[in-house]
């Protein structure tokens, strides 16, 4: 009778106990650790689709694009947003808008150096508002003794400072003090006076202002000059003149000058640029969105979010928002329509005249407040939530599903060690007994 081999058997028995559940668990945990790779997935390309659609709907951006180009150059340029009308205009630009400089009357041996008083009131007034330097407070370093540099950096670090800025320059050997506003036009002149100080050399500076630019509000006509629409700003950028055009002018015309022409129109090729960014973000959305959630058949694995309620409702909601009208218009009407496979195309011939046509409903339709591309962004908000969002809470649910299969693992491998050591005792009795009876046999060889 030949003996066996202990170790073997018990291993190979210990391994039949456990082998059913180790496969099971496995499988378990290899399915929970797909799903929690598809939604990081799937997650990924939601927040790419998140961030292509904010881009678009910012405050200083939108879909739709329009143009304004000039006649000539140098007088001015112009700037059309989503609302602007095509159409013509004449342009005629009078004058540019200037900031008020002047240098205080202060004696000719002025430099960074020379004392002033320490006491009495400086004051300014810009457009309206005021700013009170205490001299007593000037001095910096605590010597008892103000300078002109200190003085300087007094008005210019105020936090009361109405707009004007402080300068010491150098000219001809001569130190001058300059002061500017520090916005065009009339209105923001700076005005200035001291009291109090006890020196007449201080306060005269102040009151003898040599002015050195003029402040001065921009002027254009809309039209030809003296006939047209005089329209006036402090500032050379003129907001909304004509609605959606922003005009910046940069040098004035001769009195005689002809008007210059501005054409107001569809930018196609930014929006169809813009649009097509807007569709691809979306494709590729639902391209990790079919490749994990497919039913399977035909050739076709089945996906390993399949019939998942997440993402289910994500495509749910995605498909009434982009079926929905917003302002009177939906993305049917603009030539963007939604395939078979759930594809998003675009008619750019049918796009374009939209654009042509009904320009201002377009952009209303994408980026009107509470819109389409608001709309989208609010319906992702809540599975994007870095802490708590819902893909994040599946994500962290099916990583304890994991830990809780880990849990069993160790279960088992306990369950392993105490099977093995019991079919270890068991076979190394039984290969002692046959031992016996091998030795007990031979006697009667």
């Given at each position: 009778?030949?003996?066996?081999?202990?170790?073997?058997?018990?291993?190979?028995?210990?391994?039949?106990?456990?082998?059913?559940?180790?496969?099971?668990?496995?499988?378990?945990?290899?399915?929970?650790?797909?799903?929690?790779?598809?939604?990081?997935?799937?997650?990924?390309?939601?927040?790419?689709?998140r961030t292509a659609v904010n881009e678009m709907n910012g405050s200083n951006s939108s879909v739709i694009k329009n143009t304004a180009t000039v006649s000539q150059d140098g007088f001015f340029t112009a700037n059309a947003n989503a609302n602007a009308l095509a159409g013509s205009y004449q342009v005629f630009v009078e004058q540019v808008a200037t900031a008020h400089q002047a240098s205080a009357g202060m004696p000719a041996d002025l430099d960074a150096n020379t004392q002033i008083p320490t006491t009495g009131t400086l004051s300014f007034t810009v457009n309206g508002e005021k700013m009170d330097i205490d001299l007593s407070n000037v001095d910096t370093d605590g010597d008892g003794k103000a300078t002109m540099s200190d003085l300087v950096k007094s008005i210019n670090g105020d936090s009361t400072?109405?707009?004007?800025n402080a300068t010491l320059v150098r000219s001809n050997g001569q130190t001058h003090l300059m002061l500017s506003s520090t916005e065009t036009g009339e209105a923001n002149r700076v005005q200035v006076s001291a009291s109090g100080t006890g020196a007449a050399w201080f306060e005269d500076g102040f009151?003898?202002?040599?002015?050195?630019?003029?402040?001065?509000?921009?002027?254009?006509?809309?039209?030809?000059?003296?006939?047209?629409l005089k329209l006036t700003n402090?500032?050379?950028?003129?907001?909304?003149?004509?609605?959606?055009?922003?005009?910046?002018?940069?040098?004035?015309?001769?009195?005689?000058?002809?008007?210059?022409?501005?054409?107001?129109?569809?930018?196609?090729?930014?929006?169809?640029?813009?649009?097509?960014?807007?569709i691809d973000a979306y494709n590729s959305l639902v391209g990790a969105l079919d490749a994990h959630t497919s039913i399977g058949g035909d050739g076709v694995s089945r996906g390993v979010l399949a019939n998942d309620p997440t993402l289910r409702s994500i495509e749910s909601q995605l498909s009434s928002i982009l079926r929905a009208d917003f302002g009177g218009m939906n993305l049917s009407e603009a030539g963007i329509s939604i395939d078979r496979e759930g594809k998003m195309k675009l008619d750019a011939d049918k796009f374009a005249e939209a654009q042509k046509s009904n320009g201002a409903a377009l952009e209303q339709m994408f980026n009107g407040e509470g819109n389409l591309l608001d709309s989208i962004d609010?319906?992702?908000?809540?599975?994007?939530?870095?802490?708590?969002?819902?893909?994040?809470?599946?994500?962290?649910?099916?990583?304890?599903?994991?830990?809780?299969?880990?849990?069993?693992?160790?279960?088992l491998e306990r369950k392993y060690e105490m099977s093995y050591d019991r079919y270890l005792k068991q076979f190394t009795q039984m290969n002692q007994i046959m031992a016996q009876m091998n030795q007990t046999m031979s006697m009667f060889g």
């Open positions: 009778m030949s003996s066996l081999d202990p170790i073997t058997m018990a291993t190979q028995l210990a391994t039949y106990d456990v082998q059913p559940f180790q496969i099971r668990y496995q499988m378990q945990a290899d399915k929970y650790q797909g799903q929690i790779t598809a939604l990081g997935k799937v997650e990924s390309a939601l927040r790419d689709f400072n109405p707009g004007v009151t003898n202002l040599n002015e050195i630019t003029a402040p001065k509000d921009a002027v254009i006509w809309l039209g030809a000059k003296d006939s047209g402090s500032s050379n950028t003129f907001e909304g003149v004509i609605d959606g055009v922003d005009i910046t002018v940069t040098k004035a015309q001769d009195a005689g000058d002809a008007a210059i022409g501005m054409d107001v129109g569809a930018d196609s090729e930014s929006t169809k640029e813009q649009v097509t960014k807007f609010g319906m992702m908000e809540p599975y994007l939530k870095f802490s708590s969002g819902l893909l994040t809470s599946r994500k962290d649910s099916l990583q304890q599903n994991i830990e809780r299969i880990d849990d069993k693992q160790t279960q």
